[in-house]
């Protein structure tokens, strides 16, 4: 079955510096989006993606952030001068195009800002 | 705009016993439901949907659940809990239209003992 695919799993960085977090969504699907969930809190939409621009983005998703589809088959989530409240799981999920269609997650990327 | 709430943020139940987790939603057009979950360190994989079909839902794993317009609600249920059943479960929901986002209500830890 295929899959979305998160990299890396756990990430450690210090405070002030970038991250990238890196996602191959499903070959087919149209709709990219990026969640994060907050140790022991609930799942928050961050952003999403469609037609090589972003659709909808939430509070959260502020100067800070970032997104890019570089290649044609990675989805990236850049956080610039990560900050400690950063911490969290960042899932990436991505839809094919028809609204019949479930969200495929990946496994998420824990990142862990010290 | 819409939202989730889920009642309980943890539910107990014994092995064998039926498991209900509730879920109301807030939603100005029709909406799209859906129930994931969610393993101890792993990702979030979807249970059932609800896209304007058939009001009860079948899912993976003997879980299903029943949209209920008149109640907004869309509770989760399963006639006999297994001790793998235990886990996070979350309900979800999004508007009637591709590309929307999904938003999450809390969670339920579901906890089945022998």
């Known amino acids: 079955e295929p899959e979305v695919t998160q990299t890396p799993s756990h990430q450690v960085t210090q405070m002030g510096q970038e991250v990238i977090l890196r996602c191959v969504p499903i070959?087919?699907?149209?709709?990219f989006y990026w969640y994060r969930q907050i140790l022991g809190q609930k799942v928050e939409f961050l952003v999403s993606?469609?037609?090589?621009?972003?659709?909808?983005k939430s509070e959260i998703f502020d100067d800070q952030f970032s997104v890019e589809r570089p290649d044609g088959s990675n989805f990236t989530l850049k956080i610039r001068s990560t900050k400690l409240e950063d911490s969290a799981m960042y899932f990436c999920?991505?839809?094919?195009?028809?609204?019949?269609?479930?969200?495929?997650f990946g496994s998420g990327t824990r990142l862990t800002v010290v | 705009a819409q939202s989730v709430t889920q009642l309980g943020s943890h539910v107990s139940v014994s092995e064998g016993a039926l498991v209900l987790l509730r879920c109301n939603y807030s939603s100005s057009v029709p909406p799209y439901l859906f129930w994931y979950v969610q393993y101890p360190n792993q990702g979030l994989q979807l249970l059932l949907k609800y896209t304007s079909a058939a009001t009860l839902v079948k899912g993976i794993n003997g879980f299903e659940a029943e949209f209920k317009k008149s109640e907004t609600s869309f509770h989760l249920t399963k006639p006999s809990a297994h001790m793998s059943d235990a886990a996070e479960y979350f309900c979800?929901?999004?508007?009637?239209?591709?590309?929307?986002?999904?938003?999450f209500g809390k969670g339920t830890t579901l906890s089945v003992s022998s």
């Open positions: 999920a991505s839809r094919v195009a028809g609204s019949n269609y479930g969200y495929t």
């Open positions: 070959s087919n699907h149209l709709y």
């Open positions: 993606f469609y037609n090589n621009e972003i659709s909808e």
């Open positions: 979800a929901v999004s508007l009637s239209q591709a590309g929307t986002a999904l938003i």
